[in-house]
């Protein structure tokens, strides 16, 4: 809000609207969007407003979600698909009856599920972690992008661990894109071995917005290796307070003023590294370095883990544009798990819950060809 507030106020001084966008890095169209909701609405029209849509096609009348969990208390019994057919009979024919899969995910939802027992642990969200001692839990993020004496753009990808305060990682990239992202985490991995958990924000490429359950590419294989993932609150740095610090330090030594290239700002970076690792000594290590306290992790980068399903029916495979193809169904997943094995079973008479690793991503809908979303493990919970 006080980025949008200095735009403003800067374009009413006089400032050209093409100047500002390039400046603050924004498109001509965003800009005029900030400066008309401002007209509008005054300062409330400078703050966030909820990407939360008008409309949900999954969602369904409260009265019928009512009328399904007073059916089933009255028959505990009944299982979704019998839930639906006595709908059908008692309900005008105008009114139209969910799937099967909705109404389970309606019971599931109030605790009308029996829940299966699992030997293993199963996932309960991703509450954030103490991360006491080294590798126990590693931050990243993208710090803010700046301008380099080129006007090019320069994007520092950042991972500290979160006990000792080592930064293992300062890269300058020129955009946030995920393959960049993955070979600099691979040469981490390789180098240092794995965390336990990895804590982000939402943003790409760490999660992706319109995916399901916000899975990206970058999500997956970090489970797929057994690292953890934990998200911050949306508007809430200080979760990550200790990485933000560290950004602060970074941009006062190595971007006031920025390199003239990407090439003289990466040396800039390694040169901060190297300081804060093993020469800047830290009030909350009892001014130890960084360096001092960093130990390797006894994890070693050996690829990725096989999936245990020993508890589901089937295993299929996603394909390569996120479909899964079930009882000759195709059904959208996410591309995000291309090419990724899934679990399958059935947890009632023609509902069919899916997994990945330990998480279960929804059921499946054969009317509506559609896979019915749980409540999201990384999100509102962290």
């Given amino acids: 809000m006080d980025e949008r507030m200095r735009f403003v106020i800067r374009h009413k001084d006089g400032e050209s609207m093409a100047s500002l966008c390039r400046e603050f890095g924004i498109s001509r169209k965003t800009g005029y969007k900030i400066v008309e909701r401002y007209k509008q609405d005054g300062l409330s029209g400078l703050s966030d407003r909820t990407r939360r849509p008008y409309r949900s096609a999954r969602k369904i009348a409260e009265p019928i979600e009512a009328a399904i969990v007073a059916l089933k208390k009255s028959k505990p019994h009944w299982g979704a698909r ?15 009856v969910p799937a099967s899969s909705t109404i389970h995910a309606v019971l599931d939802r109030h605790g009308l599920v029996e829940k299966v027992t699992r030997s293993r642990v199963r996932a309960k969200g991703t509450a954030l972690s103490e991360g006491l001692n080294a590798n126990d ?3 990243t993020d993208f710090k803010g992008q700046f301008r380099l004496g080129n006007h090019h753009y320069c994007y520092p990808l950042t991972v500290t661990d979160h006990a000792s305060r080592y930064v293992l990682a300062c890269e300058a990239f020129e955009s946030t894109k995920e393959s960049p992202v993955f070979m600099a985490f691979e040469a981490l991995f390789k180098e240092r071995g794995l965390p336990l958990a990895i804590r982000s924000d939402n943003g790409v490429p760490f999660a992706s917005p319109s995916a399901l359950i916000n899975l990206s590419k970058l999500a997956v294989w970090w489970i797929r290796l057994g ?3 934990e998200r911050i609150k949306p508007g809430c740095p200080q979760q ?14 190595t971007t006031r003023p920025a390199a003239p290239n990407m090439l003289q700002q990466q040396e800039k970076f390694d040169s901060f590294v190297d300081e804060f690792n093993n020469e800047r000594p830290h009030e909350s290590l009892e001014m130890k ?6 130990t390797f992790s006894p994890r070693p980068y ?3 883990l096989e999936p245990d399903y020993s508890f589901h029916d089937q ?5 390569t544009g996120g479909h899964l193809y079930f009882k000759k169904t195709r059904i959208r997943v996410t591309e995000a798990l291309a090419g990724q094995p899934v679990g399958i079973k059935e947890v009632d008479d023609g ?10 991503l929804g059921y499946v809908d054969l009317e509506k060809k559609s896979l019915q979303p749980l409540d999201n493990p990384f999100g509102a919970k962290v």
Avoid at 240 to 253: A, W, Y
Avoid at 351 to 360: H, K, N
Wanted: with cysteine; aromatic share 10%; hydrophobic share 40%.
């Fill in 240 to 253: 990550n307070g200790r990485h933000e610090r560290m950004h602060l330090t970074l941009k006062k030594e």
């Fill in 289 to 294: 370095c960084p360096g001092e306290v960093y």
């Fill in 137 to 139: 839990l590693w931050c």
């Fill in 227 to 229: 690292i953890g993932i």
């Fill in 82 to 96: 019998k839930i639906k057919e006595r709908l059908h009979r008692t309900l005008p024919s105008e009114v139209a």
């Fill in 351 to 360: 509902v069919w819950l899916v997994s990945f690793m330990q998480y279960d």
């Fill in 315 to 319: 295993i299929k495979f996603v394909g």
């Fill in 302 to 304: 050996q690829g990725l």
